[in-house]
């Protein structure tokens, strides 16, 4: 428990350094970028990037703000607080309706086993089927939640027989301990944090892997029309990063620990949950479309609207240039 609340505490502590430092050095300069990632593993190439002096081998001022999720760090980015932000496709989904005011430049990390549904055998749960009837906590709109509603229909679930309960990240563990939920469904570190709280009582329902998640890059296009010579350096810093997570895992693997104050049974558990690897593939689009179709049938949108061309959201531009074959999206 201990270790639960010193790790949620770190990013409010990051977040508060981070505002301290923006009012010191006020707007940044036209090289320098302010990046919102995510507080999680997805994120290590950037912290890799950082560790091995990547960004400023490839002539890149990269400044780095996290957040405790990709739906934070692209509201910062839409709030023009941030110039790039690192986010899942649902949120991209759910602002590709209304918004053409940003792009994904890149997806750097993809993952099938990234959202784990976690729940207490004690209150009866031993299967798939005995979700039925019980509380389950997600973080509406989110990957999570569409990992949920598709994991509950691919076992013949209707997602109504649940009663849905919306948090936000950092309260679905605590919420499982006093339990005020009986079952999770959540990314990487609360999974593995909630298997840990719970201990003998977890028990983490397997993942047919029917849906795999994105974590993209996305920019506002205001500083992609100025500075995509300055993006494309940042890409090759994070393909640099990229490799040196593959070719020096133990290396990567203590950036991480360092970063996220995570264990080394978190990341042994959970290493090879992702793919890291800069892409922009036509099955993001194919992704986002079915998000999208979800969203609109379950009511996530307002009634009557039509689901736009989701290309417009995609930029692969930069990529191209700077990781030749790395795009093979049709536009």
């Not at 997600?138 to 939640?145: L, M, N």
């Not at 290493?271 to 922009?280: A, E, G, K, V, Y």
């Amino acid at each position: 428990m201990v270790f639960l609340l010193t790790w949620l505490r770190l990013p409010l502590l990051r977040c508060a350094l981070a505002g301290m430092a923006l009012l010191v050095a006020g707007p940044a300069h036209a090289a320098e970028l302010v990046l919102a990632t995510s507080l999680n593993a997805k994120s290590l190439p950037i912290y890799v990037a950082e560790a091995q002096g990547y960004f400023a081998a490839e002539g890149v001022a990269v400044r780095v703000q996290e957040c405790l999720s990709g739906q934070r760090c692209l509201r910062r980015l839409l709030d023009g607080e941030v110039q790039l932000a690192t986010v899942s496709e649902m949120p991209v989904m759910f602002n590709g309706f209304d918004r053409s005011d940003f792009a994904v430049i890149a997806t750097f990390v993809t993952s099938a086993r990234d959202v784990k549904l976690v729940a207490r055998r004690s209150t009866g749960i031993t299967a798939v089927a005995d979700l039925t009837g019980k509380r389950v906590g997600t973080v509406r709109g989110t990957s999570a939640h569409y990992f949920l509603d598709s994991f509950l229909l691919f076992h013949d679930i209707d997602p109504r027989g649940i009663e849905l309960v919306s948090l936000l990240p950092e309260q679905l563990v605590g919420a499982l301990q006093r339990r005020e939920v009986d079952a999770v469904a959540i990314w990487e570190p609360y999974g593995w944090l909630a298997q840990r709280a719970l201990g003998a009582d977890a028990l983490v329902l397997p993942n047919p892997r029917i849906y795999t998640e994105t974590f993209n890059l996305v920019v506002d296009r205001r500083t992609l029309a100025a500075n995509e010579d300055v993006l494309v350096k940042l890409l090759r810093a994070l393909d640099r990063a990229q490799r040196h997570i593959r070719e020096q895992p133990r290396q990567a693997q203590q950036v991480m620990k360092a970063r996220l104050g995570l264990q080394q049974d978190f990341i042994d558990a959970t290493w090879t949950d992702f793919d890291f690897r800069l892409s922009l593939d036509q099955s993001l689009i194919s992704t986002v479309e079915g998000q999208a179709r979800w969203a609109l049938r379950e009511g996530q949108m307002p009634a009557g609207r039509k689901m736009p061309n989701f290309l417009h959201v995609i930029e692969p531009g930069p990529l191209r240039r700077a990781v030749p074959g790395a795009v093979t999206t049709l536009k």
